[in-house]
């Protein structure tokens, strides 16, 4: 089975950036980042599909971009505009064309907005 590695999280002010990324074990194919607030469900925030079609969720549309290098097995996700409501874990995995999970979750990386 793939494992995936979320990086590139940390703490950041209001309006800043940061760019999140996943690593594959494996080949990947339609992939999704998503996050999960303190006392929230995990939603998803962006996904990108084999042929990198993106859509993403409302509250970032504007802020934030997925992309994938193949040849890295990698999935990265830049995120600008940061407001502190971005503030949660943020976790990657591998979808269906159905847009189910079919991957194992990994342990995420923390992004924290705050002054």
């Known amino acids: 089975q793939v494992q995936l590695v979320e990086s590139g999280g940390g703490l950041v002010q209001p309006g800043g950036s940061l760019r999140l990324s996943c690593a594959a074990s494996?080949?990947?194919?339609?992939m999704g980042w998503y996050r999960q607030a303190p006392g929230k469900q995990r939603e998803l925030v962006a996904a990108?599909?084999?042929?990198?079609?993106?859509n993403y969720i409302d509250s970032v549309k504007g802020r934030v971009t997925i992309s994938r290098d193949n040849a890295k097995n990698t999935v990265y996700l830049q995120m600008n505009s940061l407001q502190p409501e971005d503030t949660a874990v943020y976790y990657c995995?591998?979808?269906?064309?159905?847009?189910?999970?079919?991957?194992?979750w990994g342990q995420g990386t923390q992004v924290i907005v705050s002054s």
């Open positions: 995995n591998i979808r269906n064309a159905f847009g189910a999970v079919i991957g194992t």
């Open positions: 494996g080949s990947m194919y339609r």
């Open positions: 990108i599909s084999s042929g990198d079609n993106t």
